[in-house]
């Protein structure tokens, strides 16, 4: 048997995992090469994780998330109101199978934008695509399509991603071509797909801040049928991890 050949033959075929794990087994003595379907299962699995891992951090890249944070580095505590038993709900991501969204408000430095940057590291681990967009770039992104008459496309291009991630809802004003943007994709996604969504205003004020009663109704309706929701509490995070000098 021409091994070298058939190691080539694994790269030419961009076999990157199984030619990894080919090549690591012709290093052993050959009395401890493994034989038959053992070799055949070693080189699968080795295939299979390299694609998986390869797929995660395309997810990861394309997902243009702000933190890349994961749900092991969230601070919980009953003065955050957050508990690991909430996040652990949500750790396997079956609430995008099952089309859930999230809402999270808080404080600024509350954490709100980890927490919803690192369930979508967590969609992007678990094979889901993500998109993160904070508000302004959201509205930019439908300005363009708008102006250069690619809306539908953009419409189309969302669509294709499992977990939509909003996040500084509320920090600037919604004009009235962003809440028929927001209220079309909540409609397209209803049911099919899921949105994270972080702001600074409690949730109870979402309406009040969309402002137009009616397209308010419409996108709140869609946003919290079976949505997932967490008011956080307590001390900016981002003054806790900064470090007050000694005084000697």
Same mark, same amino acid.
């Given at each position: ?6 190691? =080539?033959?694994?790269? =030419?075929? +961009? ?7 080919? @090549? ?5 003595? &050959? ?15 080795? @295939? ?12 990861? +890249? ?9 749900? @092991?580095?969230? *601070?919980?505590?009953?003065?955050? /109101?957050? *508990? +690991? ?7 396997? #991501? ?7 969204? &999230? ?13 919803? #940057? ?5 969609? #992007? ?8 967009? /904070?508000?302004?770039? !959201? ?11 690619? !809306? ?9 991603? *499992? ?5 500084? !809802? ?23 797909? *899921? &949105? ?33 929701? !967490? ?18």
């Amino acid at each position: 048997m021409n091994t070298s050949a058939t190691l =080539e033959q694994l790269k =030419e075929l +961009k076999l990157q995992g199984m030619a990894r794990s080919y @090549e690591a087994v012709l290093q052993l003595p &050959v009395n401890h090469h493994p034989e038959g379907h053992a070799l055949i299962g070693q080189l699968a699995e080795a @295939e299979r994780q390299n694609r998986t891992q390869y797929k995660t951090q395309l997810y990861l +890249k394309l997902s243009k998330l702000r933190y890349a944070g994961t749900l @092991e580095e969230i *601070s919980y505590g009953a003065s955050r /109101n957050l *508990s +690991k038993e909430q996040i652990a709900q949500l750790a396997d #991501c079956t609430f995008i199978d099952r089309s859930e969204n &999230v809402l999270i408000s808080g404080a600024t430095g509350a954490g709100k934008s980890f927490l919803a #940057c690192a369930l979508g590291n967590q969609a #992007c681990v678990m094979g889901y695509k993500t998109l993160y967009l /904070n508000l302004n770039r !959201f509205t930019e992104k439908i300005t363009i399509a708008k102006l250069e008459g690619t !809306f539908v496309k953009l419409l189309n291009q969302l669509d294709k991603v *499992s977990l939509l991630v909003l996040d500084d !809802f509320g920090l600037a004003p919604m004009d009235q071509n962003t809440r028929l943007a927001l209220l079309q994709i909540l409609e397209d996604r209803y049911n099919k797909r *899921s &949105v994270i969504i972080a702001s600074q205003l409690p949730i109870n004020k979402w309406h009040e801040y969309i402002a137009e009663p009616t397209l308010a109704d419409a996108i709140m309706d869609r946003l919290m049928a079976n949505a997932h929701r !967490f008011e956080l509490k307590g001390e900016s995070l981002r003054k806790k991890s900064v470090k007050v000098p000694d005084k000697n």
